[in-house]
C-alpha cells in the first residue's frame, strides 16, 4: 500500500506563487505515473500536470507556462511549483500515482493522496 501526502496548500493573491508538495511512503517514483489533479467543489476532478517514469511531461491547456511539475526520487517527492496564479486555479489540489499508464491517463489511479487546499484571491 503507497501513502501519499500532500503539503504546501495555501492562500495566496493573483499572481502569486505556491510550492506544492508531495511526498510518498515508498519508492515508487521511478516505476509510476504521477501527477496532480484537483477539484473544486461541484465539479468534476481535472488533470493539472503529470510526470511519467520516462521523464514525459504533460500540463493543462490552463497551467502551460505557469505551473511546473517534478520530482525527486531520492526524497520519493513530486513537486508543483505554481507561479502566476490567478484565481480559477483554486481548488483542492491531489496527488496521485499509478503503476499503469493506461489506467493513469483513463483516470482510474491506485493512490490519492488527501489533498491540499489552494485559495487564490483577486
Known amino acids: 500500500q503507497v501513502h501519499l501526502e500532500e503539503s504546501g496548500g495555501g492562500s495566496v493573491q493573483a499572481g502569486g506563487s505556491l510550492r506544492l508538495a508531495c511526498v510518498a511512503s515508498?519508492?515508487?517514483?521511478?516505476?509510476?505515473?504521477m501527477g496532480w489533479f484537483r477539484q473544486v467543489s461541484g465539479k468534476e476532478r481535472e488533470g493539472v500536470a503529470a510526470?511519467?517514469?520516462?521523464?514525459?511531461?504533460t500540463y493543462a491547456e490552463s497551467v502551460k507556462g505557469r505551473f511546473t511539475i517534478s520530482k525527486d526520487n531520492a526524497k520519493n517527492t513530486l513537486y508543483l511549483q505554481m507561479n502566476s496564479a490567478k484565481p480559477e486555479d483554486t481548488g483542492m489540489y491531489y496527488c496521485?500515482?499509478?503503476?499503469?499508464?493506461?489506467?493513469?491517463?483513463?483516470?482510474?489511479?491506485?493512490?490519492w493522496g488527501q489533498g491540499t487546499q489552494v485559495t487564490v484571491s483577486s
Open positions: 496521485a500515482a499509478e503503476r499503469s499508464g493506461l489506467a493513469f491517463r483513463r483516470g482510474v489511479i491506485s493512490y
Open positions: 510526470i511519467e517514469p520516462d521523464g514525459k511531461i
Open positions: 515508498t519508492y515508487i517514483n521511478s516505476d509510476h505515473y
